[in-house]
Structure formats: C-alpha cells, structure tokens
C-alpha cells in the first residue's frame, strides 16, 4: 500500500477543534481532580500529546499497553495487559485516553481492570467512535467523532505499524476499490 491509497477523512484542522472541544469538557469535570491521564499505548500517543497541551490544571500522565490483536488490520485474539501501570489509581480520577473505539473490546477489558483497583472516579475519552463494530457496550464520556466502518490511519492511527505520523486521519483504501 502506498500514499496512492490513502483518502483524508477528519482534517488537522477539524482535530485540532475537536481537541479543543474535549479539553474544555474534561477540564470542566477534572480541572480542580489532579486527574491520573492514562494513554493506551501506542495509538494514543498523539491526541494524547496535543489533548494535554489543551488541559491547563494540574495532572499526572501514565500509559499503559494492551496486546492482542497482532498486525494488519484485523482484530482477533485473547487480551493481554504488556505495559501495566506503575503507579497506585485507589482514590485517584482517572482519565483514559484512547484512539478509536471499535469492537469496545480493548477499553471494556482495560476500564474493568482499572475499575477493580477502586479509583475515585473513571471516564473514558476516545477521538473516534466506530459505533458499527461495536461487540461490547462502551460508554465513552467525552468523543471526538463518530466515524464510518472503514479502516483508519494517521494521528496515531496505524496499519502494521505504518501512517502514524500522518497529520490527518484517513482512510485506507484497497488497491482497486471504489469508492
Ligand atoms: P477494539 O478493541 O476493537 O475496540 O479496538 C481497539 C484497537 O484496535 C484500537 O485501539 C486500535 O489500536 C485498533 N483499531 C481499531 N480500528 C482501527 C482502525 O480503523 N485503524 C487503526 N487501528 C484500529
Ligand atoms: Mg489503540
């Protein structure tokens, strides 16, 4: 697959508002909370870089690692936790940071493993929404977009490691799809 084959779906520009829009959501509930932000690793790593920027009241980031899902493009496989948190979440508002939502599989597992170590409080902010895929009920308290079922790239966003650097979330397309 080449650039040839990518399409921009949500522009920097439209991210970058969409950003803004949920730094002031999440600084409204958390402003005063000093809020344990936790990113999924790795697809999080740049809404979470600029979403932090946005929020200007004391917090503390951590990250964590879930694997199962292997390369290309499918999700299949049993989870597993590869980087765990270091640090105690008991008493603390805890702030996941997420990419996309898609089967809910990955955030159902991660939320009920945080919710076990009795945080103070747990929510939940992805930039996209793939609502069509959903296999398991998600609640998502602060959203970025809903997006259609197609496959992502950019912001992040990887196909086998590949396009993360792109500044704009588009779509990857076959060789010889239509559109
Ligand atoms: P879920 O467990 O099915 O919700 O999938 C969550 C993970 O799968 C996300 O954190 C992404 O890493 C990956 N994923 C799901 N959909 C896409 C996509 O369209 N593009 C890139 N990665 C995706
Ligand atoms: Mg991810």
Not at 19 to 47: E, M
Not at 128 to 139: A, F, H, L, N, Y
């Amino acid at each position: 697959m080449d650039s040839s084959n990518l399409k921009c779906l949500i522009s920097r520009e439209e991210i970058d508002s969409a950003v803004k829009r949920l730094a002031a959501d999440i600084k409204q509930d958390f402003h005063d909370k000093n809020p344990l932000v936790i990113g999924i690793l790795k697809g999080s790593f740049v809404f979470l870089a600029d979403l932090v920027r946005d929020l200007d009241f004391p917090h503390e980031i951590e990250f964590v690692r879930l694997s199962s899902y292997g390369s290309g493009s499918t999700t299949a496989g049993q989870l597993t936790m590869i980087h765990d948190l270091h640090v105690s979440i008991e008493g603390r508002h805890v702030l996941v940071v997420e990419d996309i939502v898609d089967t809910g599989n990955s955030v159902a597992f991660l939320m009920k493993y945080l919710s076990e170590k009795n945080p103070a409080s747990l929510k939940l902010c992805a930039l996209t929404d793939k609502p069509s895929r959903r296999q398991v009920d998600v609640k998502i308290d602060y959203r970025g977009f809903i997006v259609p079922n197609l496959f992502l790239v950019g912001y992040g966003l990887d196909f086998d490691e590949k396009y993360r650097n792109l500044p704009d979330i588009c779509t990857l397309q076959e060789i010889g799809e239509e559109e």
